[in-house]
């Protein structure tokens, strides 16, 4: 018997995986901007808080971890917990973790208003 073979997820969809991922572990103020009218580099921003520097690496492994199983190609992680920002580059996906200080002080949202937002919990 033949197997099927399942259909890749868009983008939009392997994004509110990853969201989902993300409200697992526990990420705080998650919002997914929809960027692909202002960017050529990717079609969505996931920008999520997190408490701590275990928190902000867990988070990461977790965002690369779904991006990889729902479709993303490749799943970079750039930057450490330390420095209180951590990309995860999934191609049309990129997740941003921040430290609650660190995102009030690059504050992603307002550089990007323009940007449809398509969720924000808070």
Not at 59 to 85: C, H, I, Q, S
């Amino acid at each position: 018997m033949k197997q099927l073979k399942e259909k890749p997820l868009n983008n939009l969809e392997t994004a509110n995986k990853i969201i989902e991922a993300l409200v697992d572990k526990k990420g705080e103020k998650i919002a997914l901007l929809d960027i692909h009218e202002f960017a050529s580099f990717a079609d969505y921003f996931i920008i999520c808080s997190g408490t701590s520097n275990r928190m902000l690496s867990a988070l990461a492994d977790m965002a690369a971890e779904t991006a990889k199983k729902n479709g993303a190609r490749y799943a970079r992680v750039e930057g450490k917990p330390d420095f209180g920002w951590i990309i995860v580059d999934c191609g049309d996906v990129i997740v941003h973790l921040f430290t609650p200080e660190k995102r009030e002080y690059y504050s992603l949202e307002k550089l990007w208003e323009k940007a449809h937002t398509v969720v924000r919990m808070q």
